[in-house]
């Protein structure tokens, strides 16, 4: 038995109820769920410091992947960021529900977060099905320590979307960036896009 497979069941059991209240996830059928929900969020581990660390999820939606993140790393403080107020009360309702302590919920935008105390005060920055590379990288950056690390999930244009962003990238501190192929049963080209946080050098 997968460890925290109890958890991950319920996490999905309330996903998929709420979901016929309000508009969480295009994903109903459970079986695809398993996949496209819990299998994606899961290639994300081994991206992820071994340590504590501090991760956030930029447009968590109904908390993929941070919700499968937190059940996975409860060495790990996730921090979901979702500015609609009805999915980030469904988030906040979801982690009392499944008992992580380890989660909290941020009903923001990206953008605002970036120019608060949490600016450059995460280790991992993850996003899923947001926004387009460019647009991604300017809420995503700001959020990450010099050091730390973005992990934008992505589908077949992720190069095309890649170098359209490298300006940003620069003028955010980012410096090298990879696309790293990820197989996942029925979904052809997923990719993680991963930016390094420069150690050093100047950061607007």
């Known amino acids: 038995m997968m460890p925290h497979e109890d958890q991950i069941r319920e996490y999905l059991d309330l996903l998929l109820a709420a979901n016929e209240r309000m508009n969480l996830t295009r994903i109903t059928d459970r079986a695809q769920a398993e996949i496209l929900h819990v299998g994606d969020s899961l290639t994300l581990l081994p991206h992820l410091p071994k340590g504590r660390h501090r991760l956030a999820d930029v447009g968590s939606g109904g908390g993929v992947p941070g919700i499968i993140l937190a059940i996975m790393r409860p060495d790990a403080q996730i921090v979901l960021i979702e500015s ?11 982690a009392d529900a499944l008992k992580l302590s380890n989660v909290t919920v941020e009903p923001r935008r990206a953008e605002e977060m970036g120019q608060s105390i949490h600016r450059q005060s ?10 387009r ?12 320590k010099p050091g730390g690390w973005a992990l934008a999930m992505k589908g077949p244009k992720a190069a095309e979307e890649l170098a359209e962003s490298g300006k940003a990238i620069k003028r ?14 029925g979904r052809d080209g997923h990719v993680i896009v991963r930016i390094h946080k420069k150690l050093h050098g100047k950061v607007r």
């Open 122 to 131: 995460f280790d991992v920055v993850v996003a899923r099905a947001v926004a």
């Open 133 to 144: 590379l460019p647009v991604l990288v300017e809420w995503m950056l700001p959020l990450v």
């Open 172 to 185: 955010l501190g980012g410096s090298e960036a990879q696309i790293l192929p990820v197989e996942l049963p």
């Open 84 to 94: 609609t107020l009805k999915k980030a009360e469904f988030l906040r309702v979801t």
